[in-house]
T-cell receptor, first 109, second 114 residues
């Protein structure tokens, strides 16, 4: 079993739609969770950290479910500019992060 | 803005050649990292460094070495390139430990080994 698993997609959604991605992780001791965004042929950039209580940043909402060991990312009112690959990232320990292989989102007009 | 600069965006090398990938960050970050990214495998950590002259093995260090002589510079070395080292290499830096802080990535170096 992979340490971090994501549905690769692609998720093809129209502008204005709401879309959600899940990510499961295997290490129950993990304490830190993040979503990174990677545009085509670009470097990953931090989108948001995921806190135990859940957190929201504009149209983006991240949730953590420790019991089931998954994190989610919800995007409301999708924009064309949201088209990218979303990487789920979980810490292995204080030194190492484990990156998922990413979920590709394509928003169409 | 944090800037992480990788010296070469695209390289083509032959099997057995020695390859240097250079990375420089301008934000006085203590921590620097080298990852490789391959389709279906995600980003995998090769080496990291939390201080000058300090290095730690990541998850896939075989076939690689690193050098950190100055705080702002972290070099990845392939002593004898092989075709299975064809990949996108990403350098990153961070102000704090990875479990608490943001990683800032360079634009990547795409290496092809023939």
């Amino acid at each position: 079993r992979k340490e971090v698993e994501q549905d690769p997609g692609p998720f093809n959604v129209p502008e204005g739609a709401t879309v959600a991605f899940n990510c499961t992780y295997s290490n129950s001791a993990s304490q830190s969770f993040f979503w990174y965004r990677q545009d085509c042929r670009k470097e990953p950039k931090l989108l948001m950290s995921v806190y135990s209580s859940g957190n929201e940043d504009g149209r983006f909402t991240a949730q953590l479910n420790r019991a089931s060991q998954y994190i989610s990312l919800l995007i409301r009112d999708s924009k064309l500019s949201d088209s990218a690959t979303y990487l789920c990232v979980v810490n292995k320990n204080t030194d190492k992060l484990i990156f998922g292989t990413g979920t590709r989102l394509q928003v169409f007009p | 803005d944090v800037k992480v600069t990788q010296s070469s965006r695209y390289l083509v090398k032959r099997t057995g050649e020695k390859v240097f990938l250079e990375c420089v960050q301008d934000m006085d970050h203590e921590n620097m990292f080298w990852y490789r990214q391959d389709p279906g495998l995600g980003l995998r950590l090769i080496y990291f460094s939390y201080d000058v002259k300090m290095k730690e093995k990541g998850d896939i260090p075989e076939g690689y070495s690193v050098s950190r002589e100055k705080k702002e510079r972290f070099s990845l070395i392939l002593e004898s390139a092989s075709t299975n080292q064809t990949s996108m290499y990403l350098c990153a830096s961070s102000l704090s430990r990875v479990d608490t802080g943001e990683l800032f990535f360079g634009e990547g170096s795409r290496l092809t080994v023939l």
